[in-house]
């Protein structure tokens, strides 16, 4: 509504009313030195220099006050600038040549330690892209891959489908046992099930504790899981070494019978962590 807009706008830095005061006019094109995690801190600075005007080349509608209402802890990806496609932002600056020469050293500055790398920030507060940004890219660089370990978040759990069979709780702990083109699956520490995720969704319900092995070296301790078990071979909760890697298998032998088994490389974290 009109009286809503403009009861907006007056509080607002980034809109005018009743128009500026002259001066000359600006167009600074940002350049990303990398492709690179960009947070609402360093963007917000920009848009709070004396000069700025706003931002351009962006799919969101008047983006500097959108930066505004975001989370404190928001990023943006942007792509390494090797042309126009890839400018991750255009921005409008208006003043005295002096200030207009002071405020582009200021973003030119900035852009020295703007662009971050690929997992810099908590991906949960993953805002989009800027312009050229590709989410592709990002999520092949930050997702989880298999071995690594995740931890629920707070206030996340999963009951299964009918809400009777217990698989995870918040800060349960489990091993990424396997990935497809949009999942990824965890076998959790505490029950030995595996749940799944979207890949775009698995940081606002895990949040990464460490970078693991897709497969396990020789020498490597390994502990079975909840309800795995071979015949005599080994129990829940036991423990053992793996002591040969050969044709895609690992050979485990277990310290209390002292036999070795054997498993699939695809299919060891599913079953031991």
């Given amino acids: 509504r009109p009286e809503a807009f403009r009861a907006k706008a007056a509080r607002s830095p980034h809109y005018s009313l009743a ?27 920009i848009a709070r ?27 943006w990806i942007a792509a390494r600038t090797e042309g ?16 207009l020469a002071a405020d582009l050293g200021r973003i030119r500055a900035l852009e020295g330690h703007m662009y971050r790398p690929f997992g810099t920030y908590d991906p949960s507060t ?13 999520l092949a660089e930050t997702m989880p891959r298999v071995g690594d370990r995740l931890q629920a978040r707070a206030g996340y759990g999963f009951q299964g489908s009918d809400g009777q ?7 349960d702990s489990g091993t990424v046992s396997s990935l497809t083109s949009d999942r990824l699956l965890i076998t959790w520490d505490r029950t030995g099930l595996t749940s799944s995720m979207l890949n775009t969704a698995w940081a606002r319900n895990f ?33 053992g070494t793996v002591t040969a890697q050969r044709d895609g298998r690992l050979f485990i032998t277990w310290d209390a019978s002292g036999l070795t088994s054997a498993i699939a490389e695809t299919a060891w974290a599913s079953n031991f962590r």
């Fill in 207 to 239: 949040k990464l504790l460490e970078r693991g092995c897709a497969v396990p070296e020789v020498g490597t301790r390994l502990q079975a899981l909840p309800g795995k078990a071979l015949r005599s071979i080994f129990q829940p909760h036991d423990v």
């Fill in 49 to 75: 220099l004396g000069t700025f005007r706003s931002f351009d080349r962006t799919s969101v509608p008047m983006f500097a006050d959108a930066l505004e209402e975001r989370s404190a802890d928001s990023f």
């Fill in 19 to 45: 128009g500026r005061a002259g001066g000359l006019v600006m167009v600074v094109f940002l350049r990303a030195s990398r492709d690179a995690e960009v947070h609402q801190a360093d963007l917000l600075r």
């Fill in 126 to 138: 993953y805002a989009g892209e800027l312009e050229g940004g590709e989410q592709g890219a990002w």
């Fill in 165 to 171: 069979l217990d698989h995870y709780r918040e800060f």
């Fill in 84 to 99: 126009l496609f890839t400018v991750p932002l255009t921005v409008l600056l208006a003043g005295s040549p002096d200030d």
